[in-house]
């Protein structure tokens, strides 16, 4: 399986930023990693590995992204609006760093975007405000309102909410969305959420897959027992839905 890995200053972020690349063809998949975690958590919890086949096959070619969740969403220091300032410079990284190395390894037209726990929100934001650059979103245990309080899961924003906040939260402006053109070619991508029955994220899931539904838009979401909040359920369901 081809490795590759890759490191540079942004000049977005103000600092370095990691990542690694498996693969040499098929569908380029941006893999957010989980709450707080690194570019190489994904190799190391074999996740990676459980996507060998299709990896190696030329079927896959995913992007392990680092993140900077510390310096954002649980950076307590800054004021919330700070907070999601920094994620917004993030978001930026991706869509003019990130992609353009995407886009001159791999000629595919279209991308995934996929993530776990946290991750999982990182790729519904980004797939559903920029639909047109995404044909694939796959969701595995997320959450995709931070600003809620779900049992041990604390409000990132900690009561706060401005025009920023609102507009990265899938799971306040997708009930409240009614642009036709973006609920248009959100209907031409695949969405697909995972999340475990005792996940504490469940409702959330639902909440969000029902949105989507009530706008026409289709999208899948399974049902995994227990709470498969996990690696070793992840590994199963990469091989499942990516």
């Known amino acids: 399986m081809k490795r590759e890995y ?3 200053n942004s000049n977005h972020l103000g600092r370095d930023m990691e990542l690694l690349v498996f693969g040499h063809a098929g569908d380029p998949v941006l893999f957010f990693p989980t709450r707080t975690a690194r570019f190489y958590d994904y190799e190391d919890w074999q996740v990676i590995d459980a996507l060998r086949k299709k990896i190696e096959s030329g079927f896959l070619q995913v992007f392990c992204l680092d993140s ?3 310096e954002s969403f649980y950076s307590k220091d800054l004021h919330p609006a700070q907070r999601i300032t920094r994620h917004l410079e993030y978001e930026r990284y991706l869509l003019q760093e990130v992609l353009p190395l995407v886009r001159s390894l791999n000629s595919h037209p279209t991308l995934v ?3 776990c726990s946290l991750g999982a929100y990182h790729a ?3 797939a559903f405000k920029y639909p047109t650059l995404f044909h694939k979103m796959v969701g595995l245990s997320g959450r995709y309102d931070l600003t809620t309080t779900m049992e041990h899961f604390d409000d990132l924003f900690d009561g706060y909410i401005d025009e920023n906040i609102y507009f ?4 306040r402006f997708i009930p409240n969305l ?3 053109e973006l609920i248009s070619q959100l209907k031409a991508m695949e969405i697909i959420f995972v999340v475990g029955e005792k996940d504490v994220f469940l409702d959330n899931n639902k909440s969000i897959s029902n949105a989507l539904w009530d706008k026409g838009i289709w999208n899948a979401l399974h049902l995994w027992d227990g709470e498969s909040h996990k690696a070793r359920y992840w590994r199963h369901m990469v091989q499942l839905y990516l």
């Open 68 to 70: 900077i969740d510390r």
């Open 178 to 180: 009614n642009n036709p």
């Open 168 to 171: 990265n939260m899938p799971g």
């Open 124 to 126: 519904a934001n980004l």
């Open 113 to 115: 975007a996929a993530g």
């Open 6 to 8: 890759y490191k540079w």
